[in-house]
């Protein structure tokens, strides 16, 4: 009788409430792949920021090391990395020089 004056009938309630849990539970299904997606871009996003802030460290105590390296002493002599370069420009020397005289 509901049937005939425009309203469902039972077996058609029943069919439109299961058509409608489907929908919602993959409309739920899209929203936690949604969030999962979201998760694991955030997560990408922050190992890049971390690894981008260590990559910036790193390059900023080197280059205080290596500027470390070429100042003066206190005493104001010569500095380490200008030492280590002239005594490596002398051995050089020295083995070319050895090279002519004893390849002679």
Do not use: F
């Not at 206190?74 to 005594?87: E, F, H, N, S, Y």
């Amino acid at each position: 009788m509901a049937a005939e004056n425009g309203g469902l009938s039972d077996d058609e309630r029943r069919e439109l409430e299961e058509l409608r849990a489907e929908k919602a539970r993959r409309d739920q299904a899209r929203e936690v792949q949604r969030e999962r997606a979201e998760l694991q871009r955030l997560k990408a996003e922050q190992e890049r920021t971390r690894a981008e802030a260590e990559r910036d460290r790193r390059t900023r105590e080197l280059r205080e090391r290596n500027a470390k390296l070429m100042e003066p002493d206190d005493d104001l002599r010569m500095p380490t990395g200008q030492k280590v370069v002239l005594l490596a420009l002398a051995a050089i020397a020295v083995a070319i020089v050895l090279v002519m005289t004893l390849g002679h």
